[in-house]
């Protein structure tokens, strides 16, 4: 990492942490506030986007968010036993900082870590295995690979260095009305030759061999996003860099930080599944006309409806994910957007692992790799493999080897079959299965993503994630919704698409 670079890092953590928030809600000069805002959808991205909606629009208006399930969404926990198990996303980066920032204003303080250890499965044995010596791994790497994890992290750094620089203009409050011209804010046209071609392209073009690729990336690549190194350019370097030192979790499982937001945005949740929304033109005060969008839904006490200024539809629009229908719309708006989500199954077992699965002749009581990732290969029906830690960790809690019972968490592209489990298991009291569609299927070249903007006043949070699916960037992409919905209301245009603005805004820092 170059001093430049930790330079900056350290700037924008100040910046957002240590000079104020700025509110864009009290600034003069700004009138006629709306009075009703809707989200649909109350996962990390909806629960943000209520959040940041309240710092720009203030108290006066009425935020309401809509969920028929469980507040976190695709944060989600299983209880086994005495203990809460994370079963949707895990890990977050330590560069995440509005994570970083959330879980500082709600007070949630960071998970206990604990030691772990690494090794890759290629369906038949183990081909790489941690050390507790970092020296070892490095020389073990070194021999096989030379210096290619080292470029592969200098390499992966560099595209982090560069999107970082939306914490800057988020800061100062700019906004983007599409990915694409977002990513080229930050990236210019290499971002946007990330998006269009796939990783392998990506990295052989780097100089890195197809052995690397195969024994190294593509393990990265399945455990985070359940596919392989085809996958484009931008996500596989978001993936890589989920592979750094560092990694952190929320103390009581992810999916508080959604609980907390949604308190602190003072909005009202209402467990409803919305099914429709329709343009509604009303005459006003003034006797001109004004639109509001309606919002069909349904919850327990049957259907209903309201009337809001802005919506916010922070859910995927897509096939097996959303059956919300838009009328009076023109141009019209689908209901599903090109493009599918990734299925990726989450068995949770307790029970007492089968060493001999992964080729392993030690005794289990010797067997100290908590996590296990596996290659792009035939003999490969798993993503990966780990020992999971309960989301909070009790005092004096230590792991347990693998000759005894312990939960694990295996990643797989469909459920596991008895077979399976018999295989990989000895013996288990209780199995729990999440079939997640949890992000997008990366396959460039890249078709144009949805839009921000679906209307006038009617906004589409996951854009984002078909750049890139994570925690932080579900955070980013609310950030931008909120301040593109404030600026687009009060006509602060200038807010909004300006490129190369990083530099100036560096030496303002």
């Not at 009303?282 to 919002?295: A, D, H, N, Q």
């Not at 327990?300 to 539809?313: F, M, P």
Request: neutral net charge; hydrophobic residues 40%; contains cysteine.
């Amino acid at each position: 990492m170059s001093l430049p670079s930790m330079g900056l890092r350290a700037l924008l953590l100040l910046g957002l942490w240590h000079t104020g928030r700025r509110s864009l809600a009290s600034a003069p000069g700004l009138q006629d506030q709306p009075k009703k805002i809707a989200v649909i959808g109350a996962g990390i991205g909806g629960t943000a986007t209520a959040y940041y909606l309240r710092q720009e629009f203030g108290n006066g208006v009425k935020i309401d968010v809509f969920e028929p399930d469980t507040v976190g969404g695709r944060l989600a926990t299983a209880k086994i036993r005495d203990y809460e198990y994370e079963t949707g996303g895990a890990a977050i980066h330590p560069l995440n900082l509005h994570m970083k920032e959330f879980i500082e204003k709600l007070g949630i303080p960071q998970r206990k870590d604990t030691p772990s250890k690494m090794a890759i499965f290629d369906g038949k044995e183990l081909t790489f295995e941690e050390s507790d010596w970092f020296i070892i791994n490095f020389l073990r790497m070194l021999w096989r690979y030379g210096f290619s994890f080292i470029r592969m992290h200098m390499w992966v750094e560099s595209i982090l260095d560069k999107f970082m620089r939306i914490y800057q203009y988020q800061q100062y409050g700019y906004s983007f009305s599409s990915v694409e011209k977002l990513l080229h804010a930050m990236g210019g046209d290499s971002f946007l030759t990330l998006m269009n071609q796939t990783l392998e392209e990506t990295m052989r073009g780097e100089g890195f061999s197809q052995n690397f690729l195969n024994d190294i990336v593509a393990p990265i690549t399945r455990v985070n996003y359940g596919q392989s190194v085809r996958i484009n350019g931008f996500v596989g370097a978001v993936s890589l860099a989920g592979a750094d030192s560092g990694l952190w979790a929320v103390d009581g499982g992810n999916k508080r930080v959604c609980s907390g937001l949604l308190y602190h945005s003072k909005s009202e949740l209402i467990q409803a599944r919305v099914t429709s929304i329709s343009v509604k033109v009303r005459p006003s005060k003034t006797g001109t006309t004004t639109s509001f969008y309606e919002v069909n839904y349904v919850g327990d006490s049957g259907s209903a409806h309201s009337l809001y200024d802005i919506v916010v539809i922070a859910a995927p629009l897509h096939q097996g994910k959303s059956d919300i229908t838009f009328s009076g719309f023109s141009p019209p708006i689908p209901s599903h957007y090109p493009g599918r989500y990734h299925q990726t199954v989450c068995t949770l077992v307790h029970g007492l692992l089968n060493v001999s699965y992964l080729g392993v002749t030690e005794p289990a009581s010797e067997f100290t790799v908590s996590d296990i990732f596996t290659t792009d290969s035939k003999g490969s029906v798993i993503h990966s493999l780990s020992s999971l830690d309960p989301v909070h960790i009790p005092p004096s809690y230590k792991r347990p080897p693998a000759s005894q019972t312990n939960v694990w968490k295996v990643f797989s592209p469909q459920p596991l079959t008895q077979e399976q489990l018999h295989s990989m298991f000895l013996s288990w009291d209780s199995v729990s299965e999440t079939r997640w569609l949890a992000y997008p299927a990366y396959r460039p070249p890249h078709r144009k993503t949805p839009p921000f903007i679906l209307h006038n006043r009617l906004y589409y949070l996951n854009s984002l994630e078909w750049a890139a699916s994570a925690m932080e960037m579900s955070a980013i992409s609310a950030r931008n919704v909120a301040l593109l919905a404030h600026h687009r209301w009060h006509n602060q245009l200038s807010k909004i698409d300006q490129e190369d603005l990083h530099t100036r805004l560096r030496g303002e820092l």
